[in-house]
Each structure stands twice: as structure tokens, then as C-alpha cells.
């Protein structure tokens, strides 16, 4: 099982729809997770952060996190074009057998797609 | 704040050829990371640098890689020889801390292509 899962898509919406993108993690400890957005041929750039179980909104971005089900989502109201990216999920991995230092384990990212 | 360089952009290489990555991190971030991004891994985390000392080497894929910190503002990430298979985008990333917290600001990256 990978540590961060995520389907790669594409998810295609349109302009205006709600976009729901998935994550899910394998470390029930990890405590801390983010959402990153690269466009392509760019750098990783961090729109959110979510540490408690819920809900937590910036703008048109919500992060959802059920650390029950080990389960992470970002949702996107009014989905732009501009929106149209790959956005990574990240997770604060603890410590482990193989290394005894935390570290941030991103997935492979979900490629959002959003037409006018 | 110019946020974290890294230099050059793009690195065309034969095989066989050292390759130096350069990255300086921003100003006060005690932590510097090196990441790979290919389309079938994604970001694979390879070191990681707390003050100036190498922390968590065992993302580095074999004896061909290599990593220094010599200051708090420089980091460079060295590959000798190089393979086509280290083809990839290479990211430096610092965050002033290692607390759970903490996202980490990414550089611009490095798109090595070894021929």
C-alpha cells in the first residue's frame, strides 16, 4: 500500500462546478496534511493546511480530514479555468522503522481539469 | 524575500557526466530538502538538512548521489556519474521548521535530462 494515495484523474468539471479531489493515507498517526497545487512545467505551491478532524475553509477552498478513515479531500467552489492544475496531497509522516525522522510523503497527485 | 533559488533551470547531460544541482534556501528556513519529481514516482523525498547537517539520507537512490550543505544559504545536490534513468525534475524546498505545522515553500526546480 503507498503511503498517500491518489487517483490521478483527470477530473474534468465545468466552469463554476464543485471540485471534489480525494486523498487517502496509509500511517494512522500522521497528524498534519496538506494540499499543494502545481501548474504545469512549475513548482509545488502550498493553498491549504488541515490538522483536526473536520473542516476548515480558505476562500474557495475547503479541507476535509476524517483521520478515522484516514482520508483527506479538498473541495474547489466556483471552479475556475485557472484552477486547472495538478494538486498533490502531502502528509506529515512520523517517524518509521526505516528512519527515525518525520517526514512529508506527497502522492502522485490528481489532475484537475476545469472548461469554461 | 526572493523565495528559494535554484539554479541552473534546465540541465542537459551526456551519460557518464557529473551533474551539480544548486540551491539556496530562504533566508532564516532551517530546514532544506532535496526532492526528485518523475511522472511515475512523483515527489520522492532524497535528503533533508536541519542547520547545515545532513538529517535523513535514506531517500538517496545509490552511491552516485551526493549532497552538501556547506552554509545556511547554499545546498548542492551532485550526481556522479549520471544515468538516463536520473532523468527527472529536481526540487529544493526549505521551511523554518520541522513541526507537523509547516508546509515547505518549493524552489523553481531543475529539469535534468541525461542523454
Known amino acids: 500500500q503507498k503511503e498517500v494515495e491518489q487517483n490521478s484523474g483527470p477530473l474534468s468539471v465545468p466552469e463554476g462546478a464543485i471540485a471534489s479531489l480525494n486523498c487517502t493515507y496509509s500511517d494512522r498517526v500522521s497528524q498534519s496534511f496538506f494540499w499543494y497545487r502545481q501548474y504545469s512545467g512549475k513548482s509545488p505551491e502550498l493553498i491549504m493546511s488541515?490538522?483536526?478532524?473536520g473542516d476548515k475553509e480558505d476562500g474557495r477552498f475547503t479541507a476535509q480530514l476524517n483521520k478515522a478513515s484516514q482520508y483527506v479531500s479538498l473541495l474547489i467552489r466556483d471552479s475556475q479555468p485557472s484552477d486547472s492544475a495538478t494538486y498533490l496531497c502531502a502528509v506529515n509522516m512520523p517517524p518509521g522503522m526505516n528512519t527515525g525522522f518525520q517526514k512529508l510523503v506527497f502522492g502522485t497527485g490528481t489532475r484537475l481539469l476545469v472548461s469554461p | 524575500d526572493a523565495g528559494v533559488i535554484q539554479s541552473p533551470r534546465h540541465e542537459v547531460t551526456e551519460m557518464g557526466q557529473e551533474v551539480t544541482l544548486r540551491c539556496k534556501p530562504i533566508s532564516g528556513h532551517d530546514y532544506l530538502f532535496w526532492y526528485r519529481q518523475t511522472m511515475m514516482r512523483g515527489l520522492e523525498l532524497l535528503i533533508y538538512?536541519?542547520?547545515?547537517?545532513?538529517?535523513?539520507d535514506s531517500g538517496m537512490p545509490e552511491d552516485r548521489f551526493s549532497a552538501k550543505m556547506p552554509n545556511a544559504s547554499f545546498s548542492t545536490l551532485k550526481i556522479q556519474p549520471s544515468e538516463p534513468r536520473d532523468s527527472a525534475v529536481y526540487f529544493c524546498a526549505s521551511s523554518p521548521w520541522m513541526g507537523q505545522n509547516y508546509g515547505y515553500t518549493f524552489g523553481s526546480g531543475t529539469r535534468l535530462t541525461v542523454v
Open positions: 538538512f536541519n542547520n547545515n547537517v545532513p538529517i535523513d
Open positions: 488541515i490538522y483536526s478532524n
